[in-house]
């Protein structure tokens, strides 16, 4: 789930003059005991995407998650991801987040959360990094397929540059009757201080297959940032094809 924009547009400045889990997790059972239900696992990925914006500068990334959920809606989670090292956010991320999600209607769902983004390893030096944002979700499943939309929110923060943010997503997911197989297609758009050139759309078609407690995954990512024709800074918005695998309790 995740960040992060932002951070792209560090290491994009850091390129040129050198994210979510926000949600309550929707992953297997979990682990439960009462009204508490513990679940999380762990992701490995070729490219560390969020927005449609590499992180990881093209490298591989690890991404462990947790969340403790209450019969009642409310969570809390952790979500971390290592990154492309620069002295603004260090090679570390860590979401830490939490919300409420229930159901308002037969097959439809709503989410409310606030995650704060850390970066552990930057350099005080280098100015500050975190920042919260607010991110609703809107959610509805019609036989096998699920619509999602995603409203994220960061006000002015220093990290900021004491402007705010915008991110407005829309997401499809189906899975194939009697397969392991799910298709999925998203679009986003962000406008404000995570975005580079002030605003920009990004999106990505792809799909997973799962086997019990491991989903592999594979999916084409673009953006419609301009190219500035240098390697070093359009690696990170870039179309590319990320591969990815996890495993889930």
């Given at each position: 789930?995740?960040?992060?924009?932002?951070?792209?547009?560090?290491?994009?400045?850091?390129?040129?003059?050198?994210?979510?889990?926000?949600?309550?997790?929707?992953?297997?059972?979990?682990?439960?005991?009462?009204?508490?239900?513990?679940?999380?696992?762990?992701?490995?990925?070729?490219?560390?995407?969020?927005?449609?914006?590499?992180?990881?500068?093209?490298?591989?990334?690890?991404?462990?998650?947790?969340?403790?959920?209450?019969?009642?809606?409310?969570?809390?989670?952790?979500?971390?991801?290592?990154?492309?090292?620069?002295?603004?956010?260090?090679?570390?991320?860590?979401?830490?987040?939490?919300?409420?999600?229930?159901?308002?209607?037969?097959?439809?769902?709503?989410?409310?959360?606030?995650?704060?983004?850390?970066?552990?390893?930057?350099?005080?030096?280098?100015?500050?990094?975190?920042?919260?944002?607010?991110?609703?979700?809107?959610?509805?499943?019609?036989?096998?397929?699920?619509?999602?939309?995603?409203?994220?929110?960061?006000?002015?923060?220093?990290?900021?540059?004491?402007?705010?943010?915008?991110?407005?997503?829309?997401?499809?997911?189906?899975?194939?009757?009697?397969?392991?197989?799910?298709?999925?297609?998203?679009?986003?758009?962000?406008?404000?201080?995570?975005?580079?050139?002030?605003?920009?759309?990004?999106w990505s078609i792809g799909a997973?297959?799962?086997?019990?407690?491991?989903?592999?995954?594979?999916?084409?990512?673009?953006?419609?940032?301009?190219?500035?024709?240098?390697?070093?800074?359009?690696?990170?918005?870039?179309?590319?094809?990320?591969?990815?695998?996890?495993?889930?309790?």
């Amino acid at each position: 789930m995740k960040f992060l924009s932002k951070a792209c547009l560090g290491m994009l400045l850091a390129a040129s003059a050198m994210s979510a889990p926000v949600f309550a997790q929707e992953e297997d059972d979990g682990i439960s005991a009462g009204p508490i239900t513990v679940s999380g696992g762990v992701e490995l990925v070729s490219d560390y995407r969020f927005r449609g914006i590499s992180l990881s500068g093209g490298d591989v990334a690890v991404q462990p998650t947790i969340t403790v959920s209450h019969d009642s809606g409310f969570y809390i989670g952790a979500w971390g991801s290592n990154l492309e090292d620069t002295p603004t956010y260090g090679k570390t991320e860590l979401d830490v987040y939490g919300g409420y999600a229930t159901e308002i209607a037969s097959g439809t769902e709503i989410d409310v959360g606030l995650t704060y983004y850390l970066y552990p390893g930057g350099e005080k030096a280098a100015g500050p990094a975190d920042y919260f944002e607010v991110i609703g979700k809107l959610s509805h499943t019609l036989g096998p397929v699920e619509a999602t939309g995603t409203v994220g929110y960061s006000w002015d923060q220093a990290s900021l540059g004491n402007d705010d943010n915008l991110y407005l997503g829309f997401g499809l997911s189906a899975g194939i009757p009697t397969t392991p197989i799910t298709l999925s297609a998203q679009a986003g758009y962000t406008d404000g201080a995570l975005a580079p050139a002030g605003h920009y759309w990004d999106w990505s078609i792809g799909a997973s297959a799962s086997f019990g407690p491991i989903t592999a995954g594979v999916k084409y990512v673009d953006t419609d940032i301009p190219k500035t024709g240098v390697k070093a800074i359009d690696k990170y918005y870039d179309s590319g094809v990320i591969f990815s695998l996890g495993v889930s309790f």
